[in-house]
Structures are given as structure tokens and as C-alpha cells.
């Protein structure tokens, strides 16, 4: 279903995008990851070549307009299409301030890593997409722009937007083929929530692992690969019908049983 495509991945070095970009490369996908860690960068993608060997790595900074110009037109140049987009650079500095103790600084810099890079992004993959006529989008909110925790305020408000933004740019483009979805994932075991645990206690630890766990119906976090399995899913042509819709995958949050 994949086979020969051309998709970009944002974030594509760990977690949900590395686990994406992974079970799209099986498939036979020629995967551009994009993030701003070489390092990163190249490790995953000596993953990636061992089944799809014509995927690249491309540094970039999703807050910045020329990183993502030039990602999508070398991706372009390098395979002369662009049949997907995958929006997820995450941001492992959010802070969680109360809102009188919030930096404007701060502020200015989480609604552009949550949101405007989001936007940067589609705005240069339409831009291809429109004269192929075909293409399909999934950017990552998060469980957060629904529950809207006290002391995640911008953080919610920047996924949330990303929401908003995926509806009505999916409403606008439908017409030309062209597909748009958001995924909004709970906890997973990804580097960013592993950065979090490394910082605590074995006695912090445990006791928000056990938060974590009952949190939601499963009991359990859950692995990144079964947020990709949801990716993959509304990127393919099984989902040919399905736009302007944001997809839940969060173990059931807000319905566990006691």
C-alpha cells in the first residue's frame, strides 16, 4: 500500500514518529525524518535503510520557515512527489508554570514548536500536494488540548490549535484529494516521558508510574508503536473516506474502572 511513496516524518528520530517512519519503511515507503538532532538523525536512519534504503534525514527546525521550506523541497527534489506528511515534532521542554509565573519568552516559544510548526509545515507540503492533487496529513496533538490540566495551559492551548487548524485546513483542501487528520496520543513510552522519569526518585518514580497507570481504562502506558498502528492506518487507503477528523488513542483516559 505504501510501496514507493514518499513521506515526510517531523520528529521522525524517536518515539511515535520513529515507530511510524519504521512501520511505513517495512512497507516499502521512502521516508525523509526530519528533526534537529543529527546525531539522531543518523542513528535512526541506519534503522530505516534496512528495509527502505533510499530514505534520508534531513536536519530541521520545525519553528523555523527556511528549515522547513528547504525540507520540503529537497524532499521534493530528491523524489519529485510528496504523497505524506506526518506533523510530530514533540517538545520536551514544556514548561508547566502557573499562568502568573509564565514567561512571555516561554510562551512565544511552546505556541511555535506546538503550533506554528504544525502550520509551517502544511503550508509547504500543500503547496506540492496541490499540484499533485492527491496527498494525505496527520499532525500530533495531544490528550492534553482535551483535558486542559491545570498548569498546561499554552501547552493545551497549542494542541488544541493544532486541532482547530487540522479541521478547517481539511475542510479546505478535501476537494483537491487531499487528506487531513490529527492524532491525539496519551501517555506513551517515549524518550520524552523517559526524560521525565530520569530526573525523578525511585520513590517519584514508582508512585507516577502508578499515576500514569491509572489513568486510563487499560492500566498500562502504552507503547509508541500502537500510536504509529493508528498513524498508518489513517494514512492509508483504508481511511480513503475519513478527514478533518482527530483520533483518540489514549487506553480510554476518563473511563478506567476501579
Not at 512501520?23 to 536512519?45: C, D, H, T
Not at 527556511?66 to 529537497?74: A, I, M, N, W
Not at 524518550?191 to 507516577?208: A, H, V
Not at 492509508?236 to 483516559?253: C, E, K, L, P
Request: one cysteine or more.
Amino acid at each position: 500500500m505504501f510501496e514507493e511513496k514518499v513521506g515526510i516524518i517531523t520528529g521522525g528520530t524517536s518515539g511515535i514518529g520513529l515507530a511510524t517512519a519504521e512501520l511505513l519503511a517495512k512497507e516499502g515507503m521512502y521516508v525523509v525524518i526530519a528533526s534537529r538532532s543529527v546525531e539522531k538523525g543518523e542513528k535512526a536512519l541506519s534503522t530505516l535503510r534496512k528495509w527502505s534504503p533510499k530514505s534520508i534525514f534531513i536536519k530541521t527546525d520545525v519553528t523555523n520557515n527556511q528549515d522547513v521550506k528547504h525540507l520540503v523541497s529537497q524532499t521534493y527534489s530528491t523524489f519529485g512527489k510528496i504523497d505524506i506528511g506526518f506533523n510530530n515534532a514533540a517538545n520536551a521542554e514544556a514548561s508547566s508554570y502557573a499562568t502568573d509565573q509564565f514567561k512571555e519568552e516561554d510562551f512565544d516559544h511552546l505556541i511555535n514548536v506546538t503550533l506554528k510548526s504544525v502550520w509551517l509545515c502544511m503550508k509547504y507540503q500543500l503547496q506540492v500536494m496541490t499540484k499533485q492533487n492527491s496527498g494525505v496529513i496527520v499532525n500530533t496533538s495531544s490528550i492534553d488540548a482535551l483535558l486542559c490540566s491545570a498548569g498546561t495551559g499554552v501547552y493545551a492551548a497549542g494542541k488544541s490549535g493544532i486541532i482547530a487548524l487540522t479541521k478547517s485546513v481539511a475542510q479546505e483542501y478535501g476537494h483537491q484529494n487531499i487528506r487531513i487528520n490529527s492524532l491525539c496520543p496519551g501517555a506513551f513510552r517515549t524518550s520524552m516521558l523517559e526524560e521525565k522519569f530520569s530526573t525523578l526518585s525511585s520513590e517519584e518514580k514508582l508512585k507516577l508510574n502508578e499515576s500514569y497507570q491509572k489513568l486510563n481504562a487499560l492500566g498500562r502506558i502504552g507503547d509508541p508503536f500502537e500510536a504509529a498502528k493508528a498513524v498508518k492506518w489513517l494514512l492509508s487507503d483504508d481511511a480513503s473516506f475519513v478527514t478533518g477528523q482527530n483520533i483518540i488513542v489514549d487506553g480510554g483516559i476518563g473511563f478506567r474502572f476501579e
